[in-house]
């Protein structure tokens, strides 16, 4: 799986065995590949779905609110 994702099978194992965690573009191409719902592999990791966290920090900020 580690070849198809494009990361090294040691970055891929760290990841699995929760010595590091994947990248927020990492965890969208798992959910493509596993055929899940990206906002249910953000849950289950623990973290906040790109496109909703923007979404609330355009709310939150309003007017100040920058697009990084």
């Known amino acids: 799986m580690s070849e198809v994702l494009g990361v090294s099978r040691a970055w891929f194992n760290?990841?699995?065995?929760?010595?590091?965690?994947?990248?927020?573009?990492l965890l969208l191409k798992i959910a493509?590949?596993?055929?899940?719902d990206e906002h249910e592999i953000?849950?289950?990791a623990g973290r906040?779905?790109?496109?909703?966290?923007?979404k609330y920090k355009r709310?939150?900020?309003?007017?100040?609110y920058r697009k990084n």
């Open 32 to 36: 493509n590949y596993l055929e899940i």
């Open 59 to 64: 709310e939150y900020l309003g007017k100040y």
């Open 48 to 54: 906040i779905h790109p496109d909703v966290l923007e």
């Open 14 to 25: 760290s990841i699995v065995n929760d010595k590091n965690e994947p990248s927020d573009e």
């Open 42 to 44: 953000f849950k289950v």
